[in-house]
């Protein structure tokens, strides 16, 4: 199919959210904390302070929830009462923020995980072709984490997560998180089918993509929003 570089979603068949639901590795908080912060970012009348604020609370309570499996080892510690075992995480965790949008997620998981690395990657979408473009990566030759929490608002035709995840299983990453604020059932469907083995945390699931490829209802574009760009 040719595609309108104006619209380059038109025509292009999309996976209802019903459909996309039974993933397995697609996780949707449930938490309504979540649903109501997320409410107030949607919103137009949301100023670019408060856009800022709220997708680092999201970050947060979203990275807390994503975080519950991760593997533990034990800690041999003293109390002011006696020796006991405690545990520490078993694995060294990168941050991996997607430049711009994912910038401002990075606070909220800082505040959870303080000694973890952080790794920015920058790509942006093409308008035209929906494909994402590489234009900051300094990633050390060799993998320095086990576990990578992939760090982007917006997951819609899942170009860019493509993008980020090869670079990030090129480079040795073990074990990939993607966390996200709102995804499309197209972008879940490609990053889903491409990489089974890519867990998938996101406030929402929103109905679908325009013909532009922005989520509906979805929030606009979150890097102008943050950033007061638009
Ligand atoms: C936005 C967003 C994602 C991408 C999602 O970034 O932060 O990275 O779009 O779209 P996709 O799933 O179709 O690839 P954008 O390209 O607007 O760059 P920015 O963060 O610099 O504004
Ligand atoms: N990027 C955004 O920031 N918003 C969308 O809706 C789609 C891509």
Redesign the pocket.
Known sequence: MVRDPEFPMRGVAQPRTEEVRGYAQLHVSSHPLVAHKLTLLRRTETTSKQFTELVAELSWLLGYEAMADLPLQPLEIETPMEATTGRELAERIGLVP?????LGMVAGFRELMPRAQVWHLG???NERT?Q?VEYYNRLPERATVQICLLL??????????LGAVRILKDWGAGRIKYIGLIAAPY?VQQLADQHPDVDIHVGALDRELNDR?YILPGLG????RQFGTS
Do not use: F, N
């Open positions: 997607i430049l711009r949008a994912g790509l942006y979408r929906l994402p982007d608002p917006m997951l819609a035709t899942g170009g860019s997560a972008g490829g574009d979150a890097g102008d």
